[in-house]
């Protein structure tokens, strides 16, 4: 099998990592079409300049370009992919029905959304296929994927939803942990110190969600003694809308994603 990937930016970095460091496949089956640069440099993959030279190789195709480019690329590859070939995209935006209008032909295509903690193994990526996608080519899609975090499989008319919630989100977390660590910092607490402790507290918190089945709002309990320091805390958030103010930049983010 040869994946193939369209572009060397950093998703497709993260994603080459994750399948050469857990096995998936070999250096010497995949292959990079793009400037040559770091994701070649240092997992030796095949490399090339030619898109289409990179299409009609792979039996798994990531297009891993900004959402912008796909229609130029696709319309320099289409007639060198192979018969069979699963097209895998990252872009928001871009639905099923307007990537087979685009190839002009019926092909298994996979409509993914990845984030960028991928990059360090901790990816949430979601997947949806369309009907030409063979079981066999759903597990093959899954098990790459699983390589660089998780995966759930959604219906398309939620993947707009998908941005907010774990696409853009990575961002929301960051400027969470620079507050914390600003704030920290404020009170006397050496930067980088600061950063590690508001970084493992959002880290360990994230954790608690995941494995301790939970609902959110029984885990805040839990740490909100009567009369205590973080009721405080929440109460102020609270009066300073942080609740509505995260939601509201969610449906903003929904909201762009369905224009692209």
Known sequence: ????FIGG?????AMIGGIVSKGVARTEEIIVSGPRDHVTDVYKVRFTTDNAETAAASDVL????KPQMYEAVIAGIKDSVKEGAVIVTIAPGKSLGWLREQFGRELPMVRTMPNTPAMVGAGMTAVCLNEFVTEEQKETVLEIIG?????EIIPEKLMDVVPAVSGSSPA????????????AVADGMPR?????FAAQAVLGSAQMVLESGLHPGALKDMVCSPAGTTIQAVRMLEKNGFRSAVIEAMLA???KSRQL
């Open 9 to 13: 930016g950093n998703m497709a970095k």
């Open 147 to 151: 390589s660089f975090g998780k995966a």
């Open 192 to 196: 980088a110190q600061a950063y590690r």
């Open 62 to 65: 990531f297009l891993s370009v």
């Open 172 to 183: 929301y977390v960051y400027i969470l942990i620079e507050a914390m660590a600003d704030a």
């Open 253 to 255: 983010c929904t909201e």
């Open 1 to 4: 099998m040869t994946i193939g």
